[in-house]
């Protein structure tokens, strides 16, 4: 009689390398949401709202773009900048510190808190080994996804794109759901029900990272654009005697819409294949 063994090896070898394709995604959104995002408003100095209100309107003028008539600017005007950055800040990045600073402020906060803390939750030997500190972690960052998720509803409906507040809202039930069963779950000490728990944080941690891949749709929307790829959108058009007479507005408020909807949708997309086949391969094993 053959003694014949399942070749685990090829299996884990296979488990490995989406291992280290999710770890490596995860990666390098950590490294975009910091340098394209959190870093920046750290820099800013993002709890001084009066200061980057004096910043950004020192931008404005040096293209000709005053925006009220209390501006009043004595430092040296910034040097040239893309056409779309300051139509971006007039439109939409002003607003941050002045009439949506009040939901902006929990958003930042509860942001840095997320991405400089929840990837320890994902290490096996830290929930192992601290598992005190892996509960009292884990709360803190099911608040940080609440704060994000609320007041990222709140920007959407202080601001004027309908696309923004419709897809905000289905998005924020959809984390809120994931919130929600990760904490009931993780309440019960029955293995079950632990698994269960770890079900639900997993695609809370893959939700989440529609954050930073905003950023990444953007870019590539924007370059795209600048390409010259205009089957998306049409070319930016100015009047050479009037800066201020562009579609460059309608531009960027499009562009801004389409890479939330992007970043949304490959956010669950990516998250439920993940899952899918890490679920595909566990029940393979053990049949």
């Known amino acids: 009689m053959t003694n014949t063994k399942p070749n685990i090896s090829s299996s884990l070898s296979s488990w490995d390398n989406r291992t280290r394709f999710v770890i490596s995604g995860l990666v390098f959104l950590f490294i975009v949401s910091w340098t394209m995002a ?19 309107e020192k ?5 000709s ?4 008539e209390e501006t009043t600017i004595t430092e040296e005007l910034v040097p040239d900048l893309p056409w779309f950055i300051p139509i971006f800040l007039k439109d939409i990045g ?18 840095i808190l997320w991405w400089n803390l929840y990837f320890l939750q994902l290490i096996p030997s830290l929930r192992r080994k601290y598992k005190k500190f892996h509960r009292v972690l884990g709360r803190l960052l099911l608040l940080c996804s609440i704060a994000q ?6 920007l959407a409906y202080m601001g004027n794109s309908s696309t923004i507040k419709i897809v905000s809202t289905f998005f924020g039930i959809a984390v ?21 728990h770890k079900y639900w944080a997993t695609r809370l941690v893959g939700y989440m990272q529609g954050i930073a891949l905003q950023r990444v749709c953007m870019v590539l929307l924007i370059l795209s654009h600048e390409l010259g790829w205009n ?55 053990l049949d």
């Not at 931008?59 to 293209?63: A, K, Y």
């Not at 773009?65 to 009220?68: G, K, V, Y």
């Not at 998720?149 to 709140?154: E, K, L, R, Y």
């Not at 562009?246 to 997309?269: M, T």
Request: some cysteine; charged content about 15%; hydrophobic content about 40%.
């Open 38 to 56: 959190l870093g920046r408003l750290i820099g800013d100095k993002f709890w001084n709202p009066s200061k980057n209100v004096k910043e950004i």
């Open 59 to 63: 931008i404005l003028l040096s293209v």
């Open 65 to 68: 773009m005053n925006i009220t």
């Open 94 to 111: 002003l607003s941050y510190y002045t009439t949506r600073y009040m939901v902006f402020f929990p958003h930042v906060i509860g942001s």
């Open 149 to 154: 998720t609320t007041s990222g509803i709140g």
């Open 176 to 196: 809120m759901y994931c919130t929600y069963y990760s904490w009931y779950y993780a309440a019960n000490t029955i293995q079950k029900e632990i698994m269960k």
């Open 231 to 285: 089957g998306l959108y049409p070319p930016f058009l100015v009047d050479d005697n009037n800066i201020e007479d562009n579609n460059g507005s309608e531009i960027v408020k499009q562009i801004f819409d389409d890479s939330f909807i992007c970043s949304i949708l490959a956010a669950i997309y990516f998250t439920e294949c993940t899952t899918s086949i890490i679920s595909l391969v566990k029940h393979s094993r």
